[in-house]
Every structure is written in structure tokens, then in C-alpha cells.
């Protein structure tokens, strides 16, 4: 196969130039191309993998000989999954995301540079390149808050850099912890994982504790989540569904990564479990006080982030499965909620559900957009969240037991909310708000794809499992 990731990258860094090469007027093109490109070449691997029974691309090129790191990329069926996810949310994204129009060029420019961040980091196997990929994406998510949000962006992109400032840090501690506590000091992770065992064990529970709380950070888990609520709240449309569909992925792919490194990690799966069910259970509490339907939709993904947790920490292959699939049919579902929530606040000037009454009058596509998605991530069947649901709660109970299903309580409270919402501001039809601004095509198209993709995940989930040899 042609060096697939190279050129996987090389297509964003080439729209990158050209963005600030020729302009505004050709910037939404470009981004619209280098986002197309990127799920065009996504979709020639799998279907490359389909027909080859498999996924295994590997590529690596010479950097720093001398400290063993190399320019080496590698897809298999997790890293698949996830650049099949964030191709779709990206695209999406640029065409659909900002009904506004404003600051168009570097609202393209920062998607583009995410796109770069997302395809280095789910591909990376060198542990520095990983790092490095970790940081390019928080960058551009930075300024995707404080440049492109909303009134109170400065206060919310500085709480989102502190936190993600010391996820970074974190994450490269326990990177140099495992560079020199490996026997050939290597950053290859396909080395480590294998030589992971070597490690003393009060050193491997040190980089475990290290490495988990840069990632709980990120995902984000209670109680590292406080930056998550403020930065979808002022985050524009376009930077929430990146934050929520793709960002908060790199943590969660960190801990799937951390999980199958270390030896250590299944002494402390149970405790990182009951983590991730507090996580759930206190943020399904606090999103039932809220009444902005953004922050609504900002604590739903604590709340399933945590389930994901638990589908990693169960530690067999159904719920790791269903942690992958989780990833990617959450990522598409929150993406086209928040896109979603976009388009109501454009479209009636107020997101609040106090205010917001019967939208799917004035704006039926949007709204019914809205609930798609909500019914796709509480796992309706024939969405790719009821796959993900049957195969995580699978795991956590054969692991559990019982207590494994407890979870699923949460994930109740929250369809119960949701329904409260959609109910209360979407379907009346006695009255209902006075639309300021209508979306166009653009926001439509946003929708299909993103819809498509749920359904066309839950309809034929052979697609993706079939390939997985995780």
C-alpha cells in the first residue's frame, strides 16, 4: 500500500498553506477539500482492510536516531474507527458549523489544524510524536474558544488551557517515566507495550497514576471536569463539536492505549470503574438543574464519557469493543447535538429551555436533527449507540456482575431529561418561538451526514467489527 498517512497528513498541511496563501474567499473550499480528502483516504483503508480480513498499515521513517525516535505511524482497528469518527466530524464541521459566517478563514484554518492534530495522534506510534500531536490539537481547540466564542471565551479557553496545561505536563512525565525505565530507553510503543512488564512495579503505578490523570483530564472524568461546561458554553458551533466529538477522544484513546500498556493497569481497573460510575451518576445530577441546552448537551458527555470508562476498565473484549464503538457513535451523536444547538440559537437568538418554545415549527429539520441525535446516544436501536451500549454493558457485566448494569441508571436519568427538554422547547405546538434567522443548505447537509453515519453504523456494525482484533 502507498504510504497511506503520509499522505493523510500532507493533505491538511497543504490546505493549511493554502488557507493563508490565498485567503478568506477560498478558505471554507480548501477546508471543505482537505476535510473531504482526509475521510476519502480514511474510507480506501477500510475498505482495503475489508477485503485484506484486517487492519495493519504501518509506516515509519527516520527522525532522531540517536534518543529512538522515529517518524512512525501505524492504523489498526481502534485508530481506524477513531479517524473514521473524526473525518466525518470535521467535514461536517466546516460545512455545517458556523450559519454565521463569521471569521471564516480562521475558523477553516484551526479546523484544518485539529484535522492535522487528529490524524497524528490516533496514528502515532512513537510516544513523542503522540505528544506532540496531544498539544498541536489543544492549541487549536485553544483558540478555537478564546478567538471564535462568545462573550465570556477569554475566561473559558484560560480554564480549558490550565487544565489541559496540566494534562499535558502529566502526559509527558509519564512518557519520559517509561522512556527511561524501558531497557533500550525507546519512545516505540509497540517496545514498551511488549517490554512493559520489565518496569519495577512501584515505578509502573507511578506512570499508571501519571498517565491516568493526564487522560481523565482530557476525557474529561469527575473531578477534572470543571473545564468542560464553561468551554462548550462559550465555544462556537464549530469548536463544540470538535471539543466534544474529537478532542475528548484523545483521552480516551490515551487510556485504551494506557490500559493495554502496563501490566499494572488491571490491578486498578475496579477502582478506575467506580470512577467513571461517579463520573456518570454527579454529572446526570447536575445536568438535570441545568436549563441552557448547551450545557445540557456539555454534561451529557461527562456522563457518557464516564460510561466509555467503564467499557475500558472492564477489560475483555466486549467492552473494549464497545468502548471503540462508543467513541464513534458518540462522537457523531454529540457532534450533531451540538451543531444542532447551534442552529437553534441562530435560528431563534436563545438557547435557554425556559425561553424556547415548540422550534419544530419554525425549524423542523433542526429539531429534528436534534432529537435523532439525543435518541442515537441513549442507544436506540438501528444507531450506532445501541451497538455500543449492548457490547460496553456486556462487558462490564460479565466483568461485575450486576453492578456492572448499574450505569445504565444513569444513562436512564438522562433519556428522562432529554425528554423533559425536547418535549418542554421542541414539540409543542400551542405556541412557539419567533425564528430571527433561518439556516441554509449548508446546516442540512451537516445533519445528513452526520445522521447518515449514526444509522449507517447501527444498521451495519459488521463494517467495523469484523476488522477489530484489538
Known amino acids: 500500500m502507498m504510504p497511506i498517512i503520509i499522505w493523510m497528513l500532507s493533505v491538511p498541511l497543504a490546505a493549511l498553506a493554502l488557507i493563508f496563501l490565498l485567503g478568506h474567499d477560498f478558505s471554507r473550499k480548501i477546508a471543505t477539500a482537505s476535510t473531504f480528502l482526509g475521510l476519502m483516504l480514511t474510507l480506501f483503508v477500510l475498505v482495503v482492510s475489508i477485503a485484506d480480513h484486517g487492519v495493519n498499515v504501518a509506516e515509519a521513517y527516520p527522525y532522531i536516531g540517536s534518543l529512538m525516535i522515529s517518524l512512525s505511524f501505524r492504523i489498526n482497528a481502534v485508530s481506524l474507527v477513531l479517524l473514521l469518527m473524526s473525518s466525518i466530524v470535521l467535514l461536517a464541521a466546516v460545512i455545517a458549523g458556523n450559519p454565521e459566517n463569521e471569521r471564516q478563514k480562521l475558523s477553516c484554518a484551526l479546523i484544518v489544524l485539529f484535522q492535522i492534530a487528529s490524524v497524528g495522534l490516533f496514528t502515532s506510534a512513537n510516544l513523542f510524536f503522540f505528544f506532540v500531536f496531544w498539544d498541536v490539537g489543544v492549541i487549536a481547540m485553544f483558540f478555537m474558544i478564546n478567538i471564535l466564542g462568545s462573550a465570556n471565551r477569554k475566561n473559558a479557553s484560560m480554564n480549558f488551557l490550565v487544565y489541559e496545561v496540566f494534562a499535558s505536563a502529566l502526559l509527558l512525565l509519564g512518557i519520559l517515566l517509561l522512556y527511561f525505565y524501558t531497557p533500550l530507553h525507546s519512545f516505540d510503543m509497540q517496545y514498551i507495550i511488549a517490554n512493559a512488564s520489565r518496569i519495577p512495579q512501584p515505578t509502573q503505578e507511578l506512570i499508571f497514576l501519571v498517565l491516568f490523570l493526564a487522560f481523565m483530564t482530557n476525557m474529561p472524568l469527575f473531578p477534572m471536569h470543571f473545564w468542560l461546561p464553561d468551554a462548550h458554553t462559550e465555544a462556537s458551533t464549530q469548536g463544540s463539536m470538535i471539543l466534544s466529538g474529537v478532542l475528548t477522544k484523545f483521552g480516551a484513546f490515551g487510556m485504551l492505549m494506557l490500559f493495554a500498556m502496563l501490566p499494572i493497569a488491571s490491578k486498578y481497573a475496579p477502582y478506575a470503574v467506580v470512577l467513571a460510575a461517579v463520573s456518570a451518576f454527579y454529572s446526570v445530577f447536575v445536568l438535570m438543574k441545568q436549563t441552557d441546552i448547551k450545557r445540557i448537551v456539555a454534561y451529557s458527555t461527562v456522563v457518557e464519557m464516564g460510561i466509555i470508562m467503564i467499557g475500558i476498565g472492564s477489560l475483555n473484549s466486549f467492552g473494549t469493543y464497545g468502548a471503540v464503538y462508543a467513541m464513534l457513535a458518540q462522537g457523531l451523536g454529540v457532534s450533531l447535538m451540538f451543531l444542532s444547538v447551534g442552529c437553534l440559537k441562530y435560528t431563534f437568538g436563545e438557547r435557554d429551555i425556559k425561553v424556547l418554545r415548540g422550534t419544530v415549527v419554525e425549524s423542523e429539520f433542526t429539531t429534528y436533527a436534534f432529537i435523532a441525535a439525543a435518541v442515537a446516544n441513549l442507544g436506540l436501536p ?36 432529554l425528554y ?33 453515519a449514526l444509522f449507517l453504523f447501527g444498521i451495519m456494525p459488521f463494517i467495523i467489527l469484523n476488522l477489530a482484533r484489538l
Open 420 to 452: 423533559f427538554v425536547i418535549n418542554k422547547s421542541m414539540l409543542s405546538s400551542r405556541e412557539h418561538s419567533a425564528a430571527v434567522n433561518f439556516v441554509g443548505d449548508d446546516q442540512h447537509i451537516g445533519y445528513l451526514i452526520l445522521m447518515a
Open 382 to 417: 438501528l444507531t450506532a449507540g445501541f451497538v455500543a451500549d449492548i457490547l460496553m454493558f456486556m462487558g462490564s457485566v460479565q466483568t461485575f456482575g450486576l453492578y456492572g448494569a448499574l450505569p445504565l441508571i444513569a444513562m436512564i436519568l438522562l433519556g428522562a431529561y
